[in-house]
């Protein structure tokens, strides 16, 4: 895991960027979601933010490992978070082939067991998008604008 500043929007507002490395188990997720919560932890925004972003990530991995990677071990996922006063964006990567998201459609059953992380992350970020990165790998980008608290 590295550490370093650098900018987000502009070269004025200083983030904290984090990335990882995990494998694809499940028993990994909690890792990304404690590094998210002690983060996002100082910062002047609801709660209800933090747990949104926090379980948009926790799918965005659980769809790395599971559909990604093939639960396979030996294929890591890698999160990348960049933490600013006003944001939270997250960037997941996998050695899957990827989906036609352009093409995706909302599952009709929303209380089935499976299938609703796509909505979800939807639903919970204020951007979501799907592409390649330059080495190849599938990339996830999930983007929450933070509102300040009262």
């Known amino acids: 895991m590295t550490s370093q500043d650098g900018a987000m929007k502009d070269p004025g507002e200083r983030s904290q960027r984090i990335e990882l490395k995990i494998p694809s188990q499940l028993l990994y997720l909690g890792v990304p979601d404690a590094i998210l919560m002690e983060l996002a932890g100082d910062l002047p925004c609801d709660q209800k933010d ?13 769809n790395a490992m599971e559909h990604g990677n093939g639960m396979d071990e030996q294929r890591q996922v890698e999160i990348h978070f960049d933490i600013a006063k006003d944001e939270i964006a997250i960037t997941v990567l996998d050695h899957g082939p990827g989906f036609d998201h352009k093409g995706w459609i909302p599952p009709e059953d929303l209380l089935r067991e ?3 992380g796509i909505t979800i992350m939807r639903e919970f970020t204020d951007e979501l998008d799907f592409d390649f990165a330059a080495d190849g790998r599938f990339r996830v980008c999930l983007r929450k604008h933070l509102q300040r608290r009262e």
Do not use: L, M, N
């Open 50 to 62: 933090i747990d949104e972003i926090s379980t948009s990530v926790i799918e965005a991995c659980t």
């Open 114 to 116: 499976r299938g609703r």
